[in-house]
């Protein structure tokens, strides 16, 4: 069964740097989403990202967020300059291409990449 | 979107079924609802999603009364491996629709 896939697994950085988070979604998905979960938390949405360019961002979702589709299989989350308050389990998720008004497509999640910021 | 309640948490034994309830008063017309299983350090799986009545698969069923009020989640002859937080979700068909997460139910199956 196709999955989700993401790397690195675990992270950890010093506050103020830049992290790069991967993703490679479900090779005939068309759209893209970054969800975090802090520890004992509820899974947030950051951010979902069809055709190129961003759908939607959460209000967490500030200038220190990018992301990017660098190639045909790959799906970036840039945190520019990591705080404390970044450190959290990072997931990417893939959907296909969405039927408007019929249904919602499932979203797979990868496995997640945890983030500590020292 | 409408908001969701369900319990904090469940306890269960091996070899039972388990019904877990979410209200959702709020429901739009084109609403759908859906569910998904969450184990500890990984990311959300897709259960199961319905828009009314009934739906079955090989994992669980979902019931879903004519109000649409509330929904469901049954899970036949729970094993040890069941044990996980189980959310429900409330959305608006479309292709890039977010995931609005509550706290969930955390399931805890026992020998």
């Known amino acids: 069964e196709p999955e989700v896939t993401q790397t690195p697994s675990h992270q950890v950085t010093q506050m103020g740097q830049e992290v790069i988070l991967r993703c490679v979604p479900i090779?005939?998905?068309?759209?893209f989403y970054w969800y975090r979960q802090i520890l004992g938390q509820k899974v947030e949405f950051l951010v979902s990202?069809?055709?190129?360019?961003?759908?939607?961002k959460s209000e967490i979702f500030d200038d220190q967020f990018s992301v990017e589709r660098p190639d045909g299989s790959n799906f970036t989350l840039k945190i520019r300059s990591t705080k404390l308050e970044d450190s959290a389990m990072y997931f990417c998720a893939s959907s296909e291409a969405g039927l408007a008004g019929a249904y919602q497509e499932t979203q797979y999640f990868g496995p997640g990449t945890r983030l500590l910021v020292l | 979107l409408a908001k969701t309640t369900q319990p904090i948490s469940m306890d269960s034994y091996e070899g039972q079924e388990v019904n877990i309830t979410c209200s959702h008063n709020n429901i739009a017309t084109n609403d759908y609802i859906t569910w998904y299983q969450q184990f500890p350090s990984q990311g959300p799986r897709f259960i199961i999603q319905g828009y009314k009545t009934k739906v079955t698969n090989e994992v669980a069923s979902l019931f879903i009364p004519a109000d649409r009020k509330s929904s469901t989640l049954s899970l036949p002859r729970v094993s040890l491996s069941d044990t996980a937080v189980y959310y429900c979700l409330v959305f608006n068909p479309g292709g890039y629709n977010k995931l609005i997460f509550g706290a969930g139910t955390r399931l805890a199956v026992h020998p």
């Open positions: 990202f069809y055709n190129n360019e961003i759908s939607e």
């Open positions: 090779s005939n998905h068309l759209y």
